[in-house]
């Protein structure tokens, strides 16, 4: 018997052996050549861990140390993509059309700090005034020092803010260095102009007064423009004062070229913003072009693009200042159509659609008892309810 089960044992080998012979040889192609991985162009995140060591890597020992250096880890350049660069878009590259500016260096004004603050340590007078209370600040020397170090590059956050550089000069940007000074009406009741504040059109029916630091024998040109008040383009403006060839700042004594004319943003149209630009001469310009005739009451001839203006002017001209209010309908709008542009005064408003219910239900369950109101065919009020 046990010879029988060798010489079975013995033929299945024998089979084992044939079929091995007989099977095809595996050959590497091509395509497992192409399919081979390569080399990364740069070092991979976190190379440098040794997997087998990780008990001699050093600690964060806190969440606040972690973050500040994942930060700053994330803010350097890698030669890979990240998932915002696969999904955002680029920010277009903005051109910078102001004037040019020499910044002052960092160690010297960290120096100015450092003496100035020693020195206020070094006061008593300073030290007991704060103490009790008496200590009064100067705003005015605190603004000024403000207008020559932040406050053009906060204007300039505030103008993009707003969107007075997309819509006035097709997204190029400036810094406003020189800062505008205008004022509404009389001392006693003046209307201020800064960065946004809200201006009536009835506190804005007279010439302002403008004011600003120049230099002697420097020329200017000064523009008053609204950017959301055109009744037919939405892609134009309607300019509302525009003065060129100003001497220093004598507003007054530069070429009238558009007379000044009050804001009228028509009724149910909102917030509309009123922008003036002022721009520096290099020298003088001829804007026969470009003038008005005065009075100047119709709407085309008030029709205005800055951006073509400043197109056409741009070798001989550079924007300089910023300041623009807000302004809305009031009951002096309707003068300024009626008597000034004679004409109807257009009327915007919003149609409401009708107030949605759903289908009606045969047996309401869980209903108020005034369900049946909401589908009364009727214009009796139902009291608020729904």
Known sequence: MAALVRERAGLLRALARSLKATEPVRTVTGTAVLCKRTAPLGPMPNEEINVAELESIEKYRSYARY????????????????YKQYTQEPAPEKID???PHFRESRKRQLK???????????NSDLERAARHRTLSIPLDEVKAEW??????????????HYGVYRDLFNSATFVPRVMLRIQYGHEDDAMPVYHGNVVTPSEALNLPRVSFEAEEGSLWTLLLTNPDGHLRDNESEYVHWLVGNIPGNAVSEGEDICHYFPPFPAK????????????????LIDFKEDFRPSPCHSLNFRTFKTFDFYKKHQDLMTPAGLAFFQCRWD??????????????????????????????????????LRYLDRYRDSHEPTYGIY
């Not at 207008?147 to 300039?156: A, D, Y």
């Not at 300024?336 to 047996?363: A, R, S, T």
């Open 112 to 122: 100015e700090r450092r003496r100035i603050a020693t020195e206020n340590h070094k």
């Open 268 to 283: 149910g149209t909102g917030y509309h913003r009123c922008i003036f630009i002022i721009f520096k001469q290099d020298e």
């Open 331 to 368: 009951e002096s709008v309707t003068h300024i159509f009626h008597n000034l542009l004679d004409m109807k005064e257009p009327v915007f408003e919003y149609d409401f659609p009708p107030v949605y219910h759903p289908p009606q239900k045969k047996y309401p369950h869980g209903q108020p």
């Open 67 to 82: 973050l500040h250096l994942a930060e700053e880890k994330s803010k350097q350049p890698t030669w890979w993509r990240t």
């Open 147 to 160: 207008e020559k170090t932040n406050g053009p590059l906060h204007l300039r956050k505030i103008g993009e």
């Open 97 to 99: 059309i102001g004037l």
